[in-house]
């Protein structure tokens, strides 16, 4: 089964400050893909980046980053310059790709708040 | 904004009643699915469509059945409610030249009394 793993329920950081949410996962998948997505308090599912089990760099979407870490499974978001409206829930999930598309494995998520 | 909609958004129905959600988008896109967002579980895949008429199951699909009669539709009925189905639910699309990236729906929040 694929399993995606956030240890950290809950965190900080102030603002204008760096933060590094956490994701490993399982996979015995040659070709795959790792997502992360926000959610703010207002419920809908915004995505952030993606990266590929095959791209050579880590992906990067303006403050968003992705430290891919292969031989360790894990896909980090680094989220640079924190600002207040960076408060929300952020899920990492990984791609499994089908007939049926791309079906996704989601983590039970972080929960990150920015503070004056 | 991928064009997708969920109808409704909110419903309380009583337990052991049918229940039907409906997503719709508008871009013909192929590949369809939803999901079920409980605390502690992040979102799991219930049921996905890879085109008209074609679905199969997700992880969580016991108790729901799906249909895709259009492109555009994609419907989730829950033949005989259980307050275990109370969640949001999150209708999503493939989009892109390799269908990688996945958009949502603004979510369903059912509750089953």
């Known amino acids: 089964a694929q399993k995606i793993t956030q240890t950290q329920p809950g965190m900080f950081v102030q603002e204008k400050e760096a933060v590094t949410l956490d994701c490993t996962y399982d996979?015995?998948?040659?070709?795959?893909?790792l997502f992360w997505y926000k959610q703010p308090s207002s419920g809908e599912m915004i995505f952030l980046i993606y990266?590929?089990?095959?791209?050579?760099q880590n992906a990067t979407e303006g403050r968003y980053s992705l430290n891919f870490q292969k031989a360790r499974k894990s896909a980090n978001l680094v989220i640079s310059a924190s600002q207040l409206g960076d408060s929300a829930m952020y899920f990492c999930?990984?791609?499994?790709?089908?007939?049926?598309?791309?079906?996704?494995?989601f983590g039970t998520g972080t929960q990150l708040k920015v503070e004056l | 904004d991928a064009g997708i909609t969920q109808s409704p958004r909110h419903k309380v129905t009583e337990t052991g009643t049918p229940v039907t959600l409906r997503c719709h988008q508008t871009?013909?896109?192929?590949?369809m699915y939803w999901y079920r967002q409980d605390p502690g579980h992040g979102l799991r895949l219930i049921h996905y469509s890879y085109g008209v008429k074609d679905t199969d199951k997700g992880e969580v699909s016991d108790g729901y059945s799906v249909s895709r009669s259009k492109t555009e539709d994609f419907l989730l009925t829950l033949e005989s409610a259980t307050s275990s189905q109370t969640s949001v639910y999150f209708c999503?699309?493939?989009?892109?030249?390799?269908?990688?990236?996945?958009?949502f729906g603004p979510g369903t929040r059912l509750t089953v009394t």
């Open positions: 996979t015995s998948d040659q070709s795959y893909g």
């Open positions: 999930a990984k791609r499994r790709v089908t007939r049926g598309g791309n079906k996704l494995t």
């Open positions: 871009e013909n896109h192929r590949y």
């Open positions: 999503a699309i493939s989009v892109g030249d390799s269908f990688y990236e996945q958009y």
């Open positions: 990266q590929g089990s095959y791209d050579e």
